[in-house]
């Protein structure tokens, strides 16, 4: 047991790398605030607990005892803006519950949070998340739907309003009737990407014929498949992204989409309406890609309304016959037109980067793990085999490849924090955390603590098949209870899909099996995309 001494913003509650701390070490550490933290976090197996925690005079701290990062958030903005903390907030938590322990409270600017990371501790939070659980408002996004007088969606919605239409988008992109019903789709993407990349590689690529490889860089074709296999799902639309002349309004979308990313964050911690008024260029930059995302969703949801009432004008021509999350949404009825759009263009803006992203990481990761990918391209095979070609049956026989997506976001969370305001007070790693308090669950530095997982950063998928860590809470990349991701089954049905064609038809390696450095837009990327080298198997 040691004490800690209290210096400057070090100073309270220090439990130093014990938290997250590479080198496994047992024993109790005593904060600054008198918590006392079973710190058991031996790498060893059946060793990684839950911290245990209690008072040492047997009393539940005060909010105000929290460790923090400073009491000023203005001359934290200074800092973040300073030493370009933005786009390494993911390293600045890690390094912070290092220094402070398990939970910390923060505040930019404005913006106040209590951070923690224990698998335990995000479970009391959902247990206080209520009926209409809710999020930091990503102001600047709400900001330009008030401004263009344009209805708001799920993502931006909270109370009944958000639980209304949440309901009805849950009917057509989560129960499992609808995962049925679009997975054919996302599977006719993935092979016509596969097809692709074979054409490519027997083109550009190096070695004898039919053996040939090609080294690329893949994102910009991940993200036309991203968005080829949203606009088919949402719109029940090909777009012809894999031709050899793609359009240019296609293009435009993902670029519009990575713009209003890049310039959402710095953009939280300033007022929008007064970067409005003086004419900022940074939000002028935000509320331009906004425009064209919406633009490119109008003219797609005005095409399909017009072949839907065209058909049903001619008799049911499309009866029975599956028109994307769109027609389904528009032949109900249930939701207005006006709350389709907007829905349906946040789903289009959701549904491009997020699923391209963890992608280049998996490709990456897979290739410098040339076992664990041989191992998940043997369990692939065999279980397409055995389902005959067909693609939901191949997925469930593979749990390996569910696993890997699973893994790749534990290391590479698209976002890095899920939030919650609690409706009623809670204790959180024995502080008191009164109703209403911004708390945030921290998944990159959870993904990668020794406290939480054995051996955090192995590429490892099999660690999701035992019992223990596949426990409650330590799989979070989609957030969590009533509110998670809303295009979680499209995501992952998507990401698996496209990894199985893949290792089904290449070999997959990388020129650099360094480590990538990443970098936070609003989700989190790699500096450089990795270049990977596709060979035909
Ligand atoms: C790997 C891919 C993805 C990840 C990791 C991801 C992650 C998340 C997370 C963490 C949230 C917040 C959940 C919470 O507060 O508990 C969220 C919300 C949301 N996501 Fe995703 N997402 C992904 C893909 C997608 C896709 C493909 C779409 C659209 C097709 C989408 C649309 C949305 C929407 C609309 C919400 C707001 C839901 C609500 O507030 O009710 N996401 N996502």
Partial sequence: MRKVSTVGVRAPGTCGSRVLGVAPQSGLCVTAAGTIV???????????????????????????????????????????????????????????????????????GTLSSVNILMPSDVSELFQSEGLHPRRMTLQPWATHREIRNHSKGVF??????????????????????AVKRFLPLLDEVAKDFCRMLQRRVEREGRGEEGKRSLTVDPSPDLFRFALEASCHVIYGERIGLFSSSPSLASQKFIWAVER??????????????????????????????????????????????????????????????YTGVLGQLMEKGQLSLDLIKANITELMAGGVDTTAVPLQFALFELG?????????????????????????????????????????????????????????????????????????????????????????????PSRWSGSREGAAFRSLAFGFGARQCVGRRIAENEMQLLLMNILLNFHVSVPSSEDLKTTLTLILQPETPPKITFSKL
Wanted: a positive charge; glycine letters at 8%; proline letters at 6%.
């Fill in 260 to 321: 209003m990313l890049t310039t959402t964050p710095p953009l939280l911690y300033l007022p929008p309406r007064l970067l409005l008024r003086i004419g900022a260029p940074l939000w002028t930059q935000h509320a331009t890609a906004w425009d064209h995302i919406f633009s490119h969703a109008e003219a797609r949801i005005q095409r399909a309304y017009q072949r839907l009432t065209s058909s049903k004008g001619r008799g049911s021509a499309t009866e029975g016959q």
């Fill in 156 to 177: 931006l919605k909270n109370g009944e309003e958000w639980r209304s239409d949440r309901l009805q988008l849950n009917k057509e992109v989560m129960l499992s009737a």
């Fill in 38 to 108: 079973d710190g058991n976090v031996d790498g060893s197996k059946g060793a990684v607990k839950a911290v245990r925690k209690r008072g040492v005079d047997g009393r539940v701290r005060r909010f105000e005892e929290i460790p923090h990062t400073g009491r000023n958030g203005w001359i934290n903005l200074l800092k973040f803006w300073r030493e370009n903390r933005f786009q390494q907030l993911h390293k600045h938590m890690e390094g912070t519950f290092n220094t402070l322990g398990p939970i910390y409270r923060e505040k930019v």
């Fill in 368 to 460: 410098r793990n040339p076992e664990v990918q041989e191992m998940v391209r043997q369990q692939v095979r065999t279980s397409w085999a055995q389902a005959g070609g067909d693609a939901q049956k191949s997925l469930q026989g593979a749990p390996l490849l569910k696993a890997t997506v699973k893994e790749v976001l534990r290391l590479y969370p698209v976002g890095i924090t899920v939030q919650r305001y609690p409706v009623k007070d809670i204790i959180l790693q024995n502080y008191h955390i009164p109703a209403g308090t911004m708390v945030q669950a921290c998944l990159y530095p959870m993904g990668r603590s020794s406290l939480v997982f054995e051996e955090p950063l192995r590429f490892n």
